[in-house]
Nanobody, 124 residues
């Protein structure tokens, strides 16, 4: 199984970025997909999750209304659209896969597979 994130980079506060995560080696439609992030010097934290059938989503309070998670099962890809970015959003962003995962999957231990991460830096 491989999860490959892309789309990270440097953006000014108030700007937007779109992250992608392409999955291979698994039956993508059977996996709930999540995004986590790890700010510098801090622990990895939940950002967003989308149910394996794509019917529902959940977000961390810190990103609600600014970030949107979506998936395209035909492309084995999950996306994270990030708007109104702030310096506190600076982190390495990871995608993760959980077999039959749903909106209750918000803990690291609930996910089976992880990507290598992509850096997002928001300047003030």
């Amino acid at each position: 199984v491989q999860l490959a994130e892309s789309g990270g980079g440097l953006v000014q506060a108030g700007g937007s970025l779109s992250l992608s995560c392409n999955a291979s080696g698994l039956t993508f439609e059977n996996y709930g997909m999540g995004w986590f992030r790890q700010p510098p010097g801090k622990e990895r934290e939940f950002v967003a999750v989308i149910r394996y059938n794509g019917g529902s989503r959940a977000y961390a309070d810190s990103v609600k209304g600014r970030f949107t998670i979506s998936r395209d099962n035909a492309k084995n890809t999950v996306y994270l659209q990030m708007n109104s970015l702030q310096p506190e959003d600076t982190a390495v962003y990871y995608c993760a896969a959980a077999l039959y995962g749903s909106t209750t999957h918000t803990k690291i231990r609930q996910f089976n597979f992880w990507g290598q991460g992509t850096q997002v830096t928001v300047s003030s």
